[in-house]
């Protein structure tokens, strides 16, 4: 089997906050396909793959099954314009892609063919048949009654945790009685049961503003607080997670490949590390660096805001790994094709708030081809 053709596939919206959404497609000569998923302009991400040197020069005619060692070669052969940013988020999109032909190929889920050692962990060297997302609620609302009404939907839904983002008004933006509130209200809809989670957005400019905030909404319990502070202030990082009892979490800010996460970690001095699975390298790398977070004795949380196929991706990562207790899973407002009817089957959690790990060949799911008849447009 060889590959034959990589092609990119940019959807839009306009009633919805998700924006322009990049996909991108592997095909081979024996009929088989895979998928993946960017977080990046998808004009940007068309012109990684079909520029001169480009991912689809690097990959033409090769076996898709020997997904590490195109991996390498992607990134090799990327080295003067690549190596982090948008390029990795290529590179990532098509690594997903290529698991899941293997997958098909194989006639195996994706999560049997990744399995990685975490060496010193006890648990059992079985796959999950169960992972647990939380849901981001995004927008939260912008009045304290449109909060209450979407955080209960999520509740409804049965997530077992949510997220609730910063917004103008609300949490974040520098009144620490409101921030307080906004944590407050959301406890209460959510219940003592479920975990609470909070993401600031970078917003943050200096670690006393920071400390403070977070020690006056450590008695409501949050699970973690997402990038306080802008992304490259590590020592500034490093001196608040030294600072507070509550879990420091970041990484989903551009941070790309395991040599960034490094830094974050050994720098950061975070809790918490998020790479996207849309941005970060593809399905290796993150377990990659999943492997590295759990030799620290930290969690690995992965970001995949309104990327649909980045949630499936993530699903078989948590699958395997030990430190990976939740996955990130949208929960827009308003609702979108794009996002909620992208996949098929659907990719919703059940009744008790998890996602059942599809047995499935490859991902386990198929693009919905009237989304993409409906929404798709020229690459932008």
Request: hydrophobic residues 40%; glycine residues 8%; aromatic residues 8%.
């Amino acid at each position: 089997m060889k590959i034959t053709q990589i092609e990119t596939i940019a959807l839009h919206d306009p009633d919805s906050i998700a924006g322009c959404l990049t996909l991108v497609r592997v095909h081979t000569d024996e009929g088989l396909s895979g998928i993946g998923q960017a977080e990046s302009p998808s004009l940007v991400i068309e012109a990684i793959i079909n520029c001169r040197g480009g991912l689809k020069q690097l990959l033409e005619g090769e076996d898709p099954l020997e997904v590490e060692r195109l991996w390498q070669k992607m990134y090799a052969g990327t080295g003067l314009f690549g190596r982090r940013g948008v390029t990795i988020a290529a590179i990532g999109a098509v690594e997903t892609a290529l698991w899941d032909i293997a997958g098909q190929a194989l006639g195996k889920p994706v999560c049997q063919l990744i399995w990685h050692s975490f060496c010193a962990t006890r648990r059992q060297s079985t796959i999950k048949t169960h992972v647990t997302p939380y849901a981001t609620v995004y927008p939260p609302g912008d009045t304290a009654e449109e909060m209450r009404q979407r955080l209960t939907q999520a509740v409804n839904m049965g997530f077992r945790a949510v997220k609730v983002e910063e917004w103008p008004g609300g949490f974040g933006h520098g009144r620490v009685d409101t921030d307080i509130a906004v944590v407050s209200l959301a406890r209460r809809v959510i219940g003592e049961e479920r975990e609470l989670l909070i993401d600031v957005q970078n917003l943050w400019q200096e670690t006393g503003q920071a400390i403070r905030t977070i020690r006056a909404i450590e008695p409501y319990r949050p699970f973690f607080v997402e990038a306080p502070l802008p992304p490259d202030n590590l020592d500034a990082y490093a001196r608040l997670a030294d600072s507070v009892d509550t879990r420091i979490a970041a990484g989903d800010w551009g941070f790309s490949t395991r040599f960034e996460f490094e830094d974050l970690m050994t720098r950061g001095h975070v809790d918490v590390v998020q790479p996207s699975s849309v941005r970060s390298g593809g399905i290796s790398e993150i377990l990659k660096i999943a492997e590295a977070a759990y030799r620290r004795g930290l969690l690995c949380i992965p970001h995949a805001w309104c990327h649909m196929v980045g949630v499936a991706a993530e699903v078989h990562m948590a699958a395997v790994a030990p430190n990976m207790p939740f996955i990130e899973y949208p929960l827009a407002f308003p609702d979108s094709p794009i996002i909620s009817q992208l996949l098929d089957p659907p990719l919703v959690p059940d009744e008790n708030g998890l996602i059942e790990v599809p047995d499935r060949p490859g991902l386990g799911f198929k693009l919905n081809e009237a989304v993409l008849n409906k929404y798709r447009v020229k690459p932008c």
